[in-house]
C-alpha cells in the first residue's frame, strides 16, 4: 500500500472549543448519544455495591421472608466505602438498594420490609441517605439499584405491584440528590415467598412493568438520570457477569428487536454495527466470586491478573466498568478487597504514566479538505473536543507519527469523537522497526475509548491505518505508552493424589511456601511437581529475572487430598467416568440425568475417613457452549452410609450468568459419605453436569 501523507506543523496550532465547529465540519453520522450519555460514558470507571440481608443470611438471592431484624452491621461506615473508591479511580457508586428478597436500605414509606424495622441505629438508619452524602463529600456520583422482581411482596406479578414499584422509584430519586444511573436488573419472576404464598410466578418480562411509562415517570422526576437495564435503556449490560466486552464493541442495538423479543443477550457484547439506537456497553462484574459478602471468598478475591485483563477489556473496548465492592457483615469493604484495589490502581497508573506521541511529527494521508484545522495535530493536543477528520467520502486513511528517536511502546490507546457518531469498523497499527513496517496490531472498531496492549517494539515510526469506515471518520486522541513488563501469576493446581504442580509464564522463575507466608526469592524454588496430600495454603510468585519484577502473591488452599475418595453409587450415567468429579481437576465434568433419567439425581461419595466439614462446594462445567449447570440441589452426610442427615438445600443464585464455583456453608460436622443431589437445572434442563465436588474443612 502506497501512503501519501500531509504534513502538518505543530507550532501555533489554535485550540478550538467545544465541539469544533468550523466551516465544513463533519455532520453527525448514524444514532449519536446524547450529553448524558457521554457523560457517563467519561465517567468509565465506577462502584457496585450489594450489602443487605443477603449479607447476613450467606446467601446471594433472598427467598423474602427472611427477617428485617438480622440487618445488623456492627461497623457500618460508608465514608470508608467512598474513600476506597475515590482512592482505586473511581467516580461513582451505585448501591443496590433493594434487592430481589425486597428489604429497602431506606426507610419507605410503602412497606415495613426496610431498614426502619431493623436494629441497625434503633430503626433510624437511612443508608441511601448516608451514602449519598459521603459521594457528596468524596466528589463522587451516587447511583442506584432498584430489583424491579420482588420476593417478598405479596401483589408481585398483579397490576398494584407496578404502583407500588414507582412509588419505591420516586422515593429514591426525589428524596437523595442527583442520581447518574438506575439500574434494574434483568431478574425477573420466579418461586419466592410472596407474602406467605410460597410460589412460583411467571411474568412477562418486557410487558408488566410498561417499562414505557416507567422511563416517562423517570425522566419526569430526574431528567439527570440515565437509566440501564431492561427496557428502552440508555446504556446495555454486556452480556456477562465477567467484565469483558467484546473486541468488536458498537455502541449501538437494534433496541427495537430487542425490545420485541429478537435479540438474545450474547449480542451485547458486541453491540450491532446496524442499530437504530445509541446503547453504550456497561460491563459489570464482582471483585470476588459473588456479588454478596460471603466469609468463604476471603481468599478468592480475583487475581491482580484478572483485575488488569477486565480493565483493559472493559474500559479498553469502548466499555464502562461496574466493579462490585461486596461490603461485609461489620459494614465495611473488607481489607483484601481494598489490597487488590491499591494494586490494580498501581499497575493501571504505572501502565499509562508517560504518553509517548505529543511532540512527534504528525502526518496522514487525508485531512477534510486540506484544511489543517481537522488535521492530525490535534490527536496529540490534549484536547478532547479537536480531532482528525477525513473528506466524508474517505473511508480508508493513515496517520503517522515520527518520534525524535526510537521510543519503546506496548500500548496505543485511541478514542473516536463520538459527538459525531461511531463510525470505524476495521484499522490496523503498523511500527517502523529499523526501517521495517511492522504490523503490530489488526482491530475493529473504536468508539469512545480503544485501548491495545501488545508486545514492546522499539520504532522509530507509528502508523495507524483506518482500513473500514461507515463514512469519513473523526478521531479525537491517539496516545503511545510504554508499560513495565507484566509478570503474570503463577498456576496452582493439585491433583486427587496430592501432586502440586506450579505453571509460570515461559522465562519465569517460581518461589513458593507452604507456611501461610508470603513468598520472596528467598523461599523455595520450583523446579518440579511435588507430593503434598496435607491440608495447605500454597502460596507462590513468578519472578521475571531479566527485568527484576515479580508478580503478585498466588493463593491456593487446599484440605486433605481426595487420593481416598470414590464413588459409592450414581442414580444415572456411567459410575466409572463420574471419578472425574473428585479428579481435583476443573477441566474435567461428568454429567448425569436426561429425557429419560429426570431429575433429581443423586451421588454418592466415600471420603475414605471420617473428617470434620462445614460446607460444600460445586463446580460447575466449565468448558463448552452448553454447560448443563444444577440450578437447586441438596445436601446429605453420613457416618456409616445408612443413616443420612441433610445439611444444606436450595439454589445456586445466578449461576446462569456467573457460572463459577458454589459454596455452601452449615455448623462443622463430622461425615465420611456425601450425598449430592441435583434437584434442578438451569432452563428446566434434565441433563446437568459437575466439574468437581469437594467439602470446605
Not at 668 to 674: D, E, P, Q, T, V
Amino acid at each position: 500500500m502506497k501512503y501519501f501523507f500531509v504534513s502538518v506543523c505543530l507550532f501555533g496550532i489554535v485550540s478550538f472549543g467545544f465541539g469544533q465547529e468550523l466551516a465544513n465540519a463533519p455532520k453527525p453520522f448514524g444514532p449519536i448519544p446524547t450529553q448524558k450519555q457521554i457523560d457517563w460514558q467519561e465517567m468509565e470507571f465506577y462502584a457496585f455495591v450489594h450489602f443487605s440481608l443477603n449479607t447476613f443470611t450467606n446467601k446471594e438471592w433472598g427467598y423474602g421472608d427472611e427477617s428485617p431484624e438480622l440487618f445488623n452491621p456492627t461497623d457500618l461506615d460508608v465514608r470508608q466505602w467512598a474513600r476506597i473508591v475515590k482512592e482505586s479511580g473511581m467516580k461513582g457508586i451505585i448501591l443496590v438498594a433493594k434487592h430481589h428478597d425486597g428489604f429497602c436500605l431506606w426507610p419507605s414509606a410503602y412497606t415495613e420490609r426496610s431498614v426502619k424495622n431493623s436494629p441497625w441505629k434503633d430503626g433510624k438508619g437511612d443508608l441511601v441517605k448516608d451514602l449519598a452524602e459521603a459521594c457528596k463529600e468524596y466528589n463522587l456520583k451516587l447511583g442506584l439499584y432498584l430489583s424491579p422482581w420482588d420476593r417478598n411482596h405479596a401483589a408481585y406479578g398483579k397490576p398494584e405491584y407496578i404502583t407500588y414499584f414507582r412509588n419505591q422509584l420516586k422515593e429514591l430519586l426525589t428524596n437523595y440528590g442527583d442520581v447518574f444511573e438506575m439500574w434494574f436488573d434483568g431478574a425477573n419472576g420466579g418461586d419466592g415467598f410472596y407474602g406467605g404464598a410460597n410460589e412460583t410466578r411467571k411474568i412477562n418480562t418486557l410487558t408488566y412493568y410498561n417499562w414505557d411509562e416507567t422511563y416517562k415517570l423517570i425522566y419526569s422526576i430526574a431528567p439527570k438520570t440515565l437509566v440501564w437495564g431492561v427496557g428502552p435503556s440508555e446504556a446495555r449490560w454486556i452480556g456477562n457477569e465477567e467484565g469483558r466486552a467484546g473486541k468488536t464493541n458498537w455502541s449501538t442495538l437494534r433496541q427495537k428487536d430487542e425490545l420485541a423479543g429478537k435479540v438474545h443477550y450474547t449480542e451485547f457484547m458486541s453491540g450491532h454495527e446496524d442499530g437504530e439506537k445509541w446503547v453504550p456497553g456497561e460491563a459489570d462484574v464482582s471483585i470476588r466470586p459473588g456479588w454478596f459478602y460471603h466469609s468463604v471468598e476471603d481468599d478468592k478475591v480475583r487475581s491482580l491478573d484478572e483485575m488488569v485483563d477486565i480493565y483493559y477489556e472493559s474500559i479498553g473496548r469502548n466499555a464502562t466498568l461496574l466493579l462490585n465492592l461486596p461490603v461485609d457483615k461489620r459494614g465495611l469493604v473488607h481489607e483484601n478487597d481494598e489490597a487488590r484495589l491499591k494494586e490494580l490502581v498501581a499497575v493501571i497508573k504505572s501502565d499509562f504514566k508517560k504518553e509517548l506521541l505529543a511532540g512527534t511529527k504528525a502526518q496522514a494521508s487525508n485531512i477534510r479538505g486540506n484544511n489543517s484545522d481537522f488535521g492530525p495535530q490535534n490527536l496529540i493536543d490534549g484536547n478532547k473536543n479537536t480531532y482528525w477528520a477525513t473528506d466524508d467520502k474517505v473511508k480508508q486513511a493513515s496517520v503517522e507519527f515520527t518520534f525524535k528517536k526510537p521510543m519503546a511502546i506496548n500500548r496505543l490507546l485511541l478514542q473516536e469523537y463520538i459527538r459525531l457518531g461511531q463510525r470505524i469498523k476495521s484499522f490496523s497499527v503498523e511500527a517502523n522497526v529499523n526501517g521495517q513496517w511492522k504490523t503490530i496490531a489488526n482491530e475493529t472498531t473504536i468508539g469512545y475509548k480503544r485501548i491495545l496492549r501488545f508486545d514492546r517494539v522499539t520504532a522509530s515510526a507509528i502508523r495507524v491505518n483506518i482500513l473500514d469506515a461507515k463514512a469519513g471518520f473523526v478521531i479525537s486522541e491517539i496516545q503511545a505508552f510504554n508499560a513495565p513488563i507484566f509478570v503474570k501469576e503463577p498456576q496452582i493446581s493439585r491433583e486427587k493424589n496430592g501432586l502440586v504442580t506450579i505453571k509460570s509464564e515461559e522465562g519465569s522463575t517460581v518461589y513458593y511456601s507452604l507456611d501461610g507466608k508470603n513468598p520472596s526469592t528467598k523461599s523455595e524454588l520450583y523446579k518440579k511437581p511435588f507430593i503434598y496430600n496435607k491440608a495447605v495454603e500454597i502460596k507462590a510468585i513468578a519472578r521475571n529475572e531479566k527485568e527484576k519484577i515479580n508478580s503478585a502473591v498466588k493463593t491456593a488452599k487446599y484440605g486433605v487430598s481426595k487420593e481416598k475418595w470414590n464413588i459409592v453409587s450414581v442414580s444415572s450415567g456411567d459410575q466409572k467416568s463420574a471419578e472425574r468429579i473428585i479428579d481435583g481437576n476443573p477441566a474435567t465434568d461428568w454429567g448425569f440425568g436426561n429425557d429419560k433419567d429426570k431429575l433429581p439425581q443423586t451421588i454418592t461419595i466415600d471420603m475414605g475417613e471420617e473428617l470434620k466439614i462445614k460446607g460444600f462446594t460445586y463446580m460447575p462445567q466449565q468448558i463448552g457452549n452448553n454447560l448443563n449447570l444444577i440450578s437447586n440441589y441438596e445436601f446429605e452426610t453420613s457416618l456409616d452410609n445408612v443413616t443420612w442427615t441433610k445439611q444444606s438445600e436450595g439454589e445456586f443464585s445466578n449461576i446462569k450468568h456467573n457460572p463459577i464455583e458454589q459454596f455452601k456453608t452449615f455448623v462443622a460436622i463430622k461425615a465420611r459419605f456425601l450425598r449430592f443431589t441435583a434437584t434442578a437445572g438451569v432452563g428446566k434442563g434434565q441433563s446437568v453436569s459437575i466439574a468437581e465436588i469437594g467439602v470446605v474443612e
